[in-house]
């Protein structure tokens, strides 16, 4: 086993993940409210937008696993990726959010090829970044724990952005919202830029693959897919993001129109995001007790059940409504962690049954249905608003306002269920992954020993 890592390295590694949520965070809640509101798309462009691009995008993630796993520097294979991609991700963060002066055709362009290079650049960032968790230790309860500290910082971020976007887009915008948004996701952005570099400054690969190992994508390929646990999380993974897609694109305008009241939803997210670092917290000493699978299934059980009961209460009950986030925050943020540790466990059981490693293309494999559920789930939000004849800035027929609960609510609920339902299907239990880890452990040693005495 890997010495125990210092709290600087998980601190400047989960500056990393904070750093990317300024923006995801901002997708996620803000980004089909600000073209439909703010720039000036229907919700049915926007939706296409979202499931043409996102699945695109999802596409390249293989890719760029394949990329990273062969990426040779003195930094290592994937840190340097943080590098090289900080500045440009700030840049395209920011040029996303503003709203150009063209006609609308113009604008139409304008938002695809600003989305188009937002969700490049977060692939080319994303995926090695989410692959460093395998690499710099191959103790898989210092790796949940390395998770835990991601996904602290990470909703942190979607604290920051949740609850104080929509203020700042006021304040800074004097009364224009295009320029609002501007200046806002600029701070966000630069924010972003400083953070990925402390990352990249504070972390250091430590597993490498057998020196001896010879493979190519179409052999890495071919060993993802006949890695079980992998094809499970794939599966899991999608509806987890569907839903949480679902649920983040439709929650501003569920309190802009249904309840009547805008400032709700930072409130809302507030108190839910603060239930949401709680439950993060807590997450790393229930998974060495529970395990990672059950306790992941548990989760989505649970964040089910009070996601469908938002529908339970009228939308002007702010109370019931609160309390209901709160619980259902706290239940999601047991997964977070965990979702990202078993990324790692599955690279770890490849390696096992193959004897090749390929951290970069499994990682990005299930970062690939990350982008599946999210290009779906605003897709699923843009076409059921535009069905249930949702009008921006408009005031909303009854069949509107109920469309929107009922996504927020049952349509995002029924994404978690069926991401619980995959969970029962995963094979790797806490005892196999101590087993899988030890046996790796030794494997490496064997290799390295006979690579000093060869010398």
Known sequence: MTERLSFTEKFGYALGDMAANFIFQAMLALQLSFYTDTFGLTAAQAGTLFLVVGLIAAALNPLMGFVADRTRSRWGRFRPWLLWTAVPFGIIGVLTFTTPNFSPAGKLIYAWVTYILLRLIYVVNNVPYASLTAVITDDPDERTSV?????IFANLAGFIVQSLAIPLVGFLGRGS???????????????????????????????????????????????????????????VTTFYFTAISIRGSVMLPFFKYCAGNQILFSWFNGFGLAALLIGVAVSHALTVRFGKRNLFLVSMILTGVFNVALLLFPATAVVPLFASEILRQFAYGWSCPVLWAMIADVADYGEWKTGRRATGTVTAAVVFALWVGLAFGGAVAGWLFSAYGYVPNAVQSAHALWGIRLTASVYA????????????????????????????????????TRAGSEQ
């Not at 998770?147 to 996904?151: E, L």
């Not at 402390?198 to 001896?212: G, H, L, M, S, Y």
């Not at 094979?427 to 290799?447: D, M, S, Y």
């Open 147 to 151: 998770a835990s500290y991601r996904q």
């Open 177 to 235: 919202s295009a320029r609002g948004y501007q200046l806002t996701m600029g701070i966000f952005s630069a924010l972003c830029v400083v953070l990925f570099l402390v990352a990249f400054a504070t972390t250091r690969e430590r597993i490498e693959p057998n020196p001896q190992q010879q493979s190519s994508m179409g052999q890495d390929l071919s060993d993802l897919l006949k890695n079980g646990p992998w094809f499970v999380l794939f599966l």
């Open 413 to 448: 609920g029924l994404a978690f269920f069926a991401a619980a339902f995959c969970l029962f299907f995963y094979p790797i239990t806490r005892e196999v992954n101590q087993k899988i880890a030890n046996e790796l452990a030794e494997r490496r040693k064997a290799f390295t």
